[in-house]
């Protein structure tokens, strides 16, 4: 195992010469030793230096090895604690591991035995190191504040997965591919009690019906073939924590009546089995679809329905929240640069950003991003040829590309007449004048339309037309 | 004259601990031999100190349950 920092161990042994040659081994594997006659020294070397391992004797002349150890997990709680014990005590070492020790090892030893305890037991504490990181990691990831969204429907959206985290409801979150489902599930999740258990997410519209079933609620040896073994499922891995079930539309009817019967009861039966297996779990769906009309339309049950749409949320599409464009931008300049924020989003390629329509939600945005921060190279300003193409040539940029907020303000209505005059010269010029035909491409009354013309003082430009056609 | 249990009891265990000693230093200067006609000599030391601890191993099953410490 390869080692940065030297793990430090204290040796508390009666036996001099047995002592001695522990430490000269575990000094030449690398460690940093030292080593206590008796536990009262050995103590007292805990209280002044903090050591990563203590390896004890169990039988010590005056305080024996089970009370050094509970003066060092007192002192040092994640201290690993190794007991070294006699044929004759292993009894007794037993019940020290029950007291917080580690592992015990019997002497007489070979000196590999206790290198592979030593290596076990560091290669498990960092394990658990790593994973309290990681947990602490995710619960900042997923933080109700680290979620970007400024806009007021993201904010009123954000109030709700607080207000609601606190409870075991069910929610049923709806909206567009790639406005972040899966993200404002596991908000709930990780802002919820049930936090420091797992949130198991299953997309169901990924997985064959055939085989999501057995997915969902596991199956028995036997089952069906290939059922080798006995498997538990999604839910009964979810115990006591969250499961999402993403593209919750996709699911069979058969299927539906399962999962209506966990929503009700908590409890089911794995594919093949008869034993009844009950779970505390909370149930999070999602879904693109339209999972209202496909009850109207018997795709869907009803009771399923409002049994999952308890607290309904729909995220908004992307281009109903263009105001938080710009910082998603930098959030997701800043994640695929490693953090550094130097780099930015050139004027025009932000108004292209904001002016496409994205289909794909903040996913196709990220994506987008990803792209043009590879395409950057050493430059730190992203241009609107970093962009993807279908972004540069969007229709939605040639209407759009000059509405932006400038730093002074704008006057709204003198805007909207400027782009509504705008439209009504185009549509004249594609129909050669003809008011009849541009009234239809604007989706207006004839009447409608002449009103605007004489209030933009456009009579003459349809005048030709007029003579000849109206 | 009959066996003083515990008494065997403490000498085993001390036994014991003069192999751990003599198992722990055979292993040490295994370590540090480059001469493969010692290593073939001190691996045999090894082999006779875990061959005593598997007779004391046995031995220390044969004292009765209630007279073990």
């Not at chain 1, 039966?269 to 008869?274: F, I, L, M, P, S």
């Not at chain 1, 599409?317 to 050139?346: M, Q, W, Y």
């Not at chain 2, 230093?25 to 082999?47: D, F, V, W």
């Amino acid at each position: 195992m390869e080692r940065t920092k030297p793990e430090s161990i204290l040796i508390v042994d009666d036996e001099t010469e047995f002592r001695n040659a522990i430490v000269a081994y575990l000094a030449g594997e690398g460690y940093q030793v030292q080593a206590a006659s008796n536990g009262e020294e050995g103590l007292e070397l805990l209280k002044t230096l903090p050591f990563d391992i203590l390896l004890t004797d169990m039988k010590l002349p005056g305080i024996d090895g089970s009370a050094v150890l509970q003066g060092g997990l007192a002192l040092y709680p994640e201290l690993i604690c190794i007991i070294i014990t006699g044929y004759g005590t292993v009894e007794s070492a037993v019940e020290v591991m029950k007291k917080g020790a580690y592992d015990y090892i019997a002497k007489p030893f070979q000196l590999l035995e206790i290198s592979h305890v030593l290596q076990q037991a560091l290669e498990k504490r960092r394990l658990k190191e790593e994973n309290a990181y990681l947990k602490t990691q995710l619960k900042e990831k997923y933080k109700i504040e680290s979620i970007i969204g400024n806009s007021k429907g993201m904010q009123e959206i954000f109030q709700l997965v607080e207000t609601i985290s606190s409870t075991n409801s069910t929610v049923l979150i709806t909206g567009e591919t790639g406005t972040g489902k899966e993200l404002i599930a596991k908000a709930i999740h990780y802002n919820s009690q049930r936090k420091d258990q797992k949130i198991v997410s299953i997309n169901c519209g990924a997985i064959p019906e055939t085989l999501l079933e057995s997915e969902l609620f596991g199956h028995v040896k036997g089952a069906f073939t290939g059922a080798h073994q006995t498997r538990i499922g999604r839910f009964e891995q979810a115990d006591k924590g969250t499961i999402f079930l993403d593209e919750i539309g996709n699911m069979s009817p058969s299927l539906q009546v399962k999962l209506l019967r966990v929503l009700q009861e908590r409890e089911f039966e794995r594919v093949g089995g008869t034993e009844t297996i009950k779970v505390d779990v909370r149930i999070i769906a999602a879904t693109s679809a339209g999972l209202k009309e496909m009850v109207e339309q018997n795709l869907f049950r009803s009771d399923l329905y409002y049994r999952l749409n308890v607290i309904p949320i729909q995220l908004p599409p992307l281009r109903e929240r263009r105001e938080d464009i710009p910082l998603l931008a930098r959030h997701f300049i800043k994640k695929f640069c490693g953090n550094i924020e130097t780099k930015t989003v050139s004027q025009d390629a932000m108004k292209m950003l904001m002016s496409y329509s994205w289909p794909g939600n903040i996913r196709q945005l990220e994506n987008a991003i990803e792209r043009a921060v590879a395409l950057l190279g050493l430059r730190n300003i992203i241009l609107s040829s970093d962009l993807p193409h279908e972004i540069q040539n969007s229709k939605d940029n040639f209407f759009l590309s000059d509405i932006f907020i400038p730093d002074e303000g704008i006057d709204l209505n003198d805007r909207i007449a400027v782009l509504e005059r705008e439209l009504i010269l185009q549509s004249l010029e594609k129909t050669g004048g003809n008011k009849n035909r541009a009234a239809k491409l604007l989706n207006l009354k004839r009447t409608t339309l002449i009103e605007k013309l004489r209030r933009f003082d456009l009579e003459k430009e349809s005048a030709t037309e007029k003579d000849h056609f109206a | 004259m009959e066996l003083d249990l515990s008494k065997t009891r403490n000498s085993l265990h001390q036994l014991n601990n003069k192999i751990a000693q003599i198992l722990a230093y055979a292993e040490l200067l295994q370590l540090s031999l480059t001469n493969e006609k010692e290593k073939e000599r001190i691996k045999l030391i090894i082999k006779g100190a875990l061959d005593a601890r598997d007779i004391i191993a046995v031995l220390m099953t044969e004292i009765p349950r209630s007279e073990q410490g």
